[in-house]
């Protein structure tokens, strides 16, 4: 998800309005890579990040990308599950995997030349999600060791990272972790304010801290789990209060009731959608400028809500993996075989 992507302080019909008669452009990138990694800048910028290493920019809205992908990303074809971007030239990214799979790599020119910044060195560590409150304060999150998740902190822009204390993060339940389906299991709101998306425990839960992971609360959600396939695989908050969750069981034909549920207190309570969306959703975001409307996508299709997450209907069935939307009122996604696309009037 892109830094700048935070949504909406203003009139709550705008975006209903602007997204009548809109759907997926999709913008030929020229690969066959998964791109679950996605930071949209502006309408006319967007970095992506997928499989076997591969990092794409655009800066014409899509009408031309440049591969740049971090050549040791590329030849140890790395999982690039995320990436976080400050602008045009200023950019994120993680790996996922166990051990030294995970890592972060870091752009200050556009992707001509990346620096490795992290190098996870405990066998036990899973990194799965990045996130940035700022242009120097960020996150990344571990499945849990020994018993509980583990935060990577960062308040130089990502040049160096530290692990957190765990004192004050809530025990894992057996079995629970995070899933790096689409960038949105650690997301931020605001200077401080930040959330924690788990499944494959006995309940799918939401962490919430306020002073930039130090501490934490947990709550669950009405999302089902109790499988290490389901759960609450991506979050969008609109501001520090309001907040989404979507997720599901991302097996292929597997049934996926309930999968939505929406927060008004900072994630703390968790109340179920009446009219979820139909299937297994990854990702979700917020369009700017309104109260009500988002977006939720996932490999059957895209759908849109105008009350908060109460009901969603479908927009589009085209397979994307990750949706995140700027401060100009722009739209992508990114998904499976090189798809990208941006919301456009049909």
């Known amino acids: 998800m892109g830094l700048l992507a935070a949504p909406a302080q203003a009139s709550p019909a705008g975006g209903t309005a602007e997204l009548r008669g809109a759907g997926w452009a999709l913008k030929d990138t020229g690969k066959e890579a998964r791109f679950r990694g996605l930071a949209a800048v502006s309408r006319s910028t967007a970095w992506v990040a997928g499989s076997k290493g591969t990092v794409l920019r655009t800066v014409d809205g899509g009408r031309s990308w440049r591969d740049v992908s971090p050549p040791g990303a590329v030849a140890e074809a790395l999982e690039l599950r995320d990436i976080e971007a400050f602008d045009a030239r200023r950019a994120v990214a993680l790996s996922i995997g166990e051990g030294e799979a995970s890592r972060v790599l870091r752009t200050e020119d556009g992707g001509a030349t990346w620096t490795e910044t992290f190098r996870n060195p405990d066998p036990r560590a899973f990194y799965d999600c990045l996130t940035f409150f700022d242009a120097r304060h960020g996150l990344a999150m571990s499945d849990p060791v020994d018993g509980k998740f583990r935060i990577l902190s960062t308040a130089d822009g990502g040049r160096t990272w530290r692990v957190l204390p765990s004192t004050g993060i809530p025990e894992a339940l057996p079995g629970e972790a995070g899933f790096a389906a689409g960038g949105?299991?650690?997301?931020?709101?605001?200077?401080?304010?930040?959330?924690?998306?788990?499944?494959?425990?006995?309940?799918?839960?939401?962490?919430?801290?306020?002073?930039?992971?130090?501490?934490?609360?947990?709550?669950?959600?009405?999302?089902?789990?109790?499988?290490?396939?389901?759960?609450?695989?991506?979050?969008?908050?609109?501001?520090?209060?309001?907040?989404l969750a979507v997720?599901?069981?991302?097996?292929?034909?597997?049934?996926?009731?309930?999968?939505?549920a929406v927060s008004?207190?900072?994630?703390?309570?968790?109340?179920?959608?009446?009219?979820?969306?139909?299937?297994?959703?990854?990702?979700?975001?917020?369009?700017?400028?309104?109260?009500?409307?988002?977006?939720?996508?996932?490999?059957?299709g895209t759908d849109v809500t105008?009350?908060?997450?109460?009901s969603w209907r479908a927009l589009d069935a085209g397979s994307f993996d990750t949706v995140d939307c700027t401060p100009d009122a722009a739209c992508w996604a990114a998904g499976e075989k090189g798809r990208v696309a941006r919301l456009e009037r049909r």
């Open 184 to 243: 949105q299991c650690l997301v931020s709101a605001g200077p401080r304010d930040v959330w924690l998306a788990t499944g494959g425990g006995s309940a799918a839960r939401v962490l919430h801290s306020a002073d930039r992971g130090l501490t934490w609360r947990v709550a669950d959600s009405t999302v089902p789990a109790g499988d290490p396939a389901r759960g609450v695989f991506a979050l969008a908050f609109r501001d520090r209060t309001t907040g």
């Open 247 to 260: 997720g599901g069981d991302y097996r292929t034909g597997r049934p996926s009731p309930q999968a939505a």
């Open 264 to 300: 008004s207190d900072a994630g703390h309570t968790w109340r179920q959608s009446a009219a979820p969306p139909p299937a297994y959703r990854s990702g979700a975001a917020w369009y700017p400028y309104t109260r009500g409307t988002a977006l939720a996508v996932g490999p059957t």
């Open 306 to 310: 105008t009350d908060g997450g109460r």
